[in-house]
């Protein structure tokens, strides 16, 4: 009985894992044909083809029956521009991510992509019209190459390249001794989080899906990588529908809305500079990772005395 406990542990965590981190789901699914929460409805037509409107209409959500976790979200991304998602932890961020990529369905309201509702077509085309950008990529126990050209088979070298390049991690990664040749992953060179997500990110801008979901790392980056992940970003949600999940508002200033997601209710929503001039719970938030932000620079500067 020990002997099938142990593994059958590891296939729970493992869908744990890929529900809760959304991480390369649809090779984990393949491999391990795990059950999923949704079914396509019989005969559902695959998702046809559009700019990418993504559009939450009064959308109520809960994970168990007695705890509602979204109350009555809207909110509407036209093609090719950005909105941000920010808020407390435990506020509904990245439940809005899941629902998008239809890992559960919601209890009201509806999400639609081109005006359909994501529930009437099939998951497998839903899910090629989106890339994601989880907080933390898994990666394949193979070279960073296959890593990177995995976003879209039969793929060239050249191609793999520039898309490193535009993620900002193809210098990174001709300076490693193998080069695209490094194994990387659990059983070789370990990457850091900024890292793997600039990898993540090459990786969708070669699967060049009409909308983006860019899940933000919640672990702490140097200014430099952050900096760096913020022009991968930048580049690869050029001219694609972008829905940003994110944990530090300098992520945000740029996106063309930015939506504040309190205990799962939109509590403000506006630009950047409309949200501060507002002076309400956004302007709030600002004003204090502004202060942190001084604060760990101020340390920094000034080591204390030995
Ligand atoms: P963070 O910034 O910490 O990532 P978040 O705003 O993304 O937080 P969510 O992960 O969307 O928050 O979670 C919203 C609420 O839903 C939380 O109270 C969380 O406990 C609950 N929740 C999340 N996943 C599940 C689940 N699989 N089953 C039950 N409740 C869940």
Redesign the pocket.
Known sequence: LIQLYQPLNMLGFAFREI??GLVNMEKMFDLLQMPEEVADKPGAPPLAAGPGAVTFEHVNFR??ADRQ?LHDVSLAVPPGHTVAIV?P???????ISRILYRFYDVAGGRVRIDGQDIRDVTQKSLRAAIGIVPQDTVLFNDTVYYNIAYGRPGTTRDEVEEAARLARIHDFIVSLPKGYETMVGERGLKLSGGEKQRVAIARTILKNPRILLFDEA?SALDTRTEQEILASLREVSRGRTTLV?A?RLSTVIDSDEIVV?MAGRVAERGSHAALLARNGVYADMWRRQQEAAAEAARKVEEPPSL
Do not use: P, Q
Not at 89 to 95: E, F, L, R
């Open positions: 529900r809760d994970y168990e976790i808020g932890s435990g506020a509904g961020k990245s439940t919640t999940i944990h997601l």
